[in-house]
């Protein structure tokens, strides 16, 4: 196991021509044994990070650092990580048990502690009456499951690496693998990092959560931290259904202006240059038929277990999230809870004036 | 529901008369001569199974059957590995590859009776590039005297022509591999040769089924190069089975044992890719059938 550092990773795919930064100057240190989620939308960043860390991708600017000791110019191989790939990756023409024995086979181990140790990852993962079946005719979560084992086989790994590993398992057996790894978690203390879009799995995952968003880390936190405090808009945005709502205000002191409709705050806010935002989780708001702000009902969906409605104020669109069966008022006026409401300028968290 | 309509059979009459036409009708043809012998002027006797027995007794064609499997053997031989060699030394990306595809798809193009003429000329002693300059180094070579310098000519062009065509296939074969198994690999620590061994070769086991099918029975086939060349000889050195019966056929007009041998050729090319598909398929169905047993129990 190790604790993981980056210092000013940087990475261009095409450093000659003048493409983008895929990375831009990212500095984190990971402790041993965590649960980390890579969180992000495609494109963020969070494959190439990933691919940094297990050492299939150098990156054009900064250092890796696996327990103080740099290994920014080592090999997957010389780094000692697990990867489990989006698509499973198995052996075909050899068996369960074969596959599981390769790594520990190309490193050399006498046959005697292979077998021993490929029984124990048999086990632990349930595939033992499988060991004798040729990998290719298992389903993808089995297969998902040998592609996860070959990184646990190895008793010294330094950390097991998740690129998107359920995309192609079926919704049912999600989670159940994704229970499987917590359990694996632990029970073994690897340093697991996980990538993915999907904030369900993230959350649920994770112990710290690494919200990604154009090349750079926008928040690291707990799943409550990354719900009540997204540091960043995007975060707010992009984690809860639906996300954050986010609209432009004129801020004064205790008092935020939407139009010329008033939002009363309980803290104080210095005034500040560039445009202001208003942020809070649709769950915070509730539907009033007489106090509150003015709002206009634009749709109705029914989500199952409760309504979201969609309302706009002053041309701005605000969520709400509202009880099955509970009525619509006719000319609905929208309450913000004061405490859930965090400010914003240019996209990042304001912090409240200390008086 | 699905509405099932039946004159859509009809659709699929033009096709069944063109089959009809072009392979059922010629063949049922020869199946006709081959039992019966003819003195010309169209007259035909019937002979039962007398030219198959005689087929079976023919050393001739004994002969032209084992130079025709042992050339056929030896393309492959040859062909198959230096296919994959050269495809997994192919470049994946960049302006490489459209070069390497344009020269390795070069030699497919030409038709057979120029690829003929091509290595006839090339390989000739007294004004060939290659015949003349072997004679020059020293080397005693003359593929229209010696038979083992008519073999070696055959094959070699043979290589030359289609090698190309196991290249692009397993070419094919091995761009369809996903990134993650490499990388896998390398997580794994997996030398080259595992690599190869474990990912490539099982990927590449389709597209490599197909050319040892196509260059299996084109090379059983193999007629206009060799006549070209070589003529059949030196003697009779290179008379493969396709020659024998053209001579049979056209230059004797022995209508009925050359009609026995083109369905006994035919017979011999069906058997040998039935065994070919059903080896390399069969390795696969093993695992399937492990994994049902033993999977319910």
Redesign the interface.
């Known amino acids: 196991m190790a604790t993981i550092e980056l210092q000013n990773i940087a990475h261009q795919y095409d450093p000659q021509g003048d493409s983008a930064y895929a990375l831009n100057n990212i500095s984190e240190v990971w402790q041993d044994c965590g649960a980390y989620a890579l969180l992000g939308p495609s494109g963020c960043g969070k494959t190439t990070l990933l691919n940094i860390i297990s050492g299939l991708l150098r990156p054009s600017e900064g250092r890796v650092l696996f327990d103080s000791v740099d290994v920014t110019s080592l090999s997957p191989e010389q780094r000692n990580i697990a990867q489990v790939f989006q698509f499973p990756v198995v052996y075909d023409t050899l068996t369960v048990a074969e596959n599981l024995a390769f790594p520990l086979k190309n490193r050399g181990l006498p046959k005697s502690q292979v077998d021993r140790r490929v029984s124990e990852v048999l086990a632990m993962l349930e595939l033992t009456h499988r060991a004798h079946n040729r990998a290719s005719r298992l389903s993808a979560d089995d297969k998902q499951k040998i592609s996860l084992g070959r990184g646990l086989v190895r008793t010294d790994v330094r950390a097991v690496l998740f690129d998107e590993p359920l995309t192609v398992i079926d919704p049912h057996l999600k989670w159940h693998l994704r229970t499987e790894l917590k359990k694996i978690h632990r029970e073994f203390q690897h340093t697991m990092i996980y990538v993915t879009h999907d904030q369900t799995e993230a959350l649920t995952f994770a112990d710290k959560v690494i919200v990604m968003y154009e090349g750079s880390v926008v928040q690291i936190g707990t799943p409550p931290e990354l719900f009540e405090k997204p540091r960043h808009t995007f975060v707010g945005r992009f984690i809860g259904t639906p996300g954050m709502n986010v609209f432009e205000v004129n801020l004064q002191g205790h008092s935020a202006w939407i139009g010329n409709q008033e939002i009363k705050l309980d803290r104080s806010y210095e005034l500040i240059d560039g445009p202001v935002e208003l942020g809070i989780r649709p769950e915070y708001v509730a539907l009033s038929p007489s106090e509150g702000v003015a709002a206009r009902i634009v749709a109705v969906e029914d989500v199952g277990r409760h309504l979201v409605v969609r309302t706009q104020v002053e041309d701005q669109t605000v969520n709400v999230i509202v009880k099955e069966g509970s009525a619509i008022p006719e000319s609905p006026h929208l309450v913000f809870s004061p405490d859930k409401l965090n400010v914003y300028q240019n996209s990042c968290l304001a912090e409240p004036k200390v008086l | 529901m699905k509405t099932k309509n039946n004159k859509a059979w009809f659709l699929i009459l033009p096709v069944l008369a063109l089959v009809a036409i072009s392979a059922v009708i010629p063949l049922i043809t020869v199946v006709n001569y081959s039992f019966q012998d003819s003195f010309g002027n169209n007259e035909f006797f019937w002979v039962g199974t007398e030219w198959f027995q005689e087929l079976t007794q023919s050393e001739r064609f004994h002969n032209a059957l084992q130079r025709t499997l042992l050339f056929s053997a030896l393309v492959l031989l040859i062909e198959i590995p230096l296919g994959i060699a050269i495809a997994l030394a192919m470049p994946r990306k960049g302006f490489g590859v459209t070069v390497c595809l344009v020269l390795m798809a070069l030699p497919l193009l030409v038709p057979w009776n120029v690829v003929g003429t091509i290595w006839q000329v090339f390989s000739r002693v007294d004004i060939g590039l290659l015949g003349y300059g072997l004679a020059s180094a020293g080397i005693d070579y003359n593929y229209t005297q010696d038979v083992a310098d008519a073999w070696i000519t055959l094959v070699v062009m043979d290589v030359w022509h289609w090698t190309s065509l196991v290249v692009l296939l397993c070419y094919s074969g091995l761009v369809a591999i996903?990134e993650?198994?490499y990388?896998?690999a390398?997580?794994?620590?997996?030398?080259r040769w595992?690599v190869f061994r474990?990912?490539q070769l099982?990927?590449m086991k389709r597209v490599l089924l197909i050319a040892v099918l196509l260059r299996f029975m084109d090379s059983f086939m193999i007629y206009t190069e060799p006549f070209v060349v070589t003529g059949g000889g030196p003697g009779n050195a290179t008379t493969f089975l396709s020659i024998d019966l053209v001579q049979m056929a056209v230059g004797q007009f022995d209508l009925g044992p050359a009609a026995a041998m083109s369905l006994v050729y035919f017979l011999i090319i069906l058997l040998v890719c039935w065994v070919f598909y059903t080896v390399m398929i069969n390795y696969d169905q093993a695992?399937?059938e492990?994994?049902g047993g033993?999977?319910h129990?």
């Open positions: 996903p993650a198994y990388q896998a390398r997580i794994d620590g997996a030398s595992s474990y990912i099982p990927k695992g399937q492990s994994t033993r999977g129990g």
